[in-house]
């Protein structure tokens, strides 16, 4: 089956630890982005990549990074300069172009992370 | 600054009953708009979008939008709603560079049996 799998579903990190955020697809998409939701908010863009070995930052990258080596993987590293890491953190991808009639963004079903 | 807003935290409606979901834009040029719902502790769902073209959009489960322009309003619509319905809906737009999305802030739609 085709899809985007994030892993774990739960981390939990002691304060001062990087942790890692695998995200993986495998439907041949060019473009991948990371999302932060918080209780009762929506989400907001941390980081987004269009093509391998490209990346951007989005609204809240501070204390986040992230690497794109290969078209399928896009992992994200949450520093312990992020001061309020605890959140749920959704993965997503995009074939190349949004405006065609029938693409849409496909997303993880996320990895809820908290500090201990 | 371009953006999408959902001027309602929750909807309450009853079984049976319509529902709608409200959401406006402030985007330059001919936007394309997204609806989404996400069910508790999962990813997001992608329900409908608007291009171009008729502004009645239909989409999964039953749900429809229809694009306004002069009112800048994309608002998600069900006739009938039911208990299953009840989750976090969530308007996005898609950006004209590349193919980023921005979200609105969502809204709880809650149906009651």
């Given amino acids: ?6 892993s ?24 991948m982005y990371w999302y932060r939701q918080d209780p009762g908010q929506g989400l907001r863009l941390i980081y987004y990549s269009q093509i391998v070995n490209d ?8 204390g986040y990074s992230v690497s794109r080596e290969k078209k399928e993987s896009f992992p994200l590293t949450v520093t312990s300069a992020q001061k309020n890491p ?4 959704l993965c997503a991808s995009t074939p190349g172009r949004l405006r065609a009639r029938n693409t849409e963004a496909f997303f993880g079903q996320g990895t809820r992370l908290t500090v201990v | ?14 079984e049976g009953n319509p529902l709608t979901v409200k959401c ?41 939008a229809e694009f306004n322009k002069s009112q800048t309003s994309f608002h998600l619509k069900k ?3 039911l208990v299953s319905d009840s989750a976090l809906y969530f308007c996005a737009y898609g950006g004209a560079a590349g193919n980023k999305l921005t979200f609105g802030g969502g809204t709880r739609v809650l149906v009651k049996p």
């Fill in chain 1, 55 to 62: 990346f951007q930052k989005g609204d809240i990258a501070e």
């Fill in chain 2, 79 to 81: 006739p009938s709603a």
């Fill in chain 1, 1 to 6: 089956d085709g899809g985007i799998t994030q």
């Fill in chain 1, 86 to 89: 605890t959140a749920f953190y």
């Fill in chain 2, 24 to 64: 406006t834009y402030s985007v330059s040029g001919n936007p394309y708009l997204f609806w989404y719902v996400q069910y508790p502790n999962r990813g997001l769902q992608f329900l409908l979008k608007y291009i171009t073209g008729d502004n009645l959009v239909k989409g999964s489960y039953g749900f429809e």
């Fill in chain 1, 8 to 31: 774990p579903k739960y981390l939990f990190r002691k304060e001062g630890q990087n942790v890692t955020l695998s995200c993986e697809q495998n439907l041949n998409h060019d473009a």
């Fill in chain 2, 1 to 14: 600054a371009q953006s999408v807003a959902q001027p309602e935290d929750q909807v309450n409606v009853a």
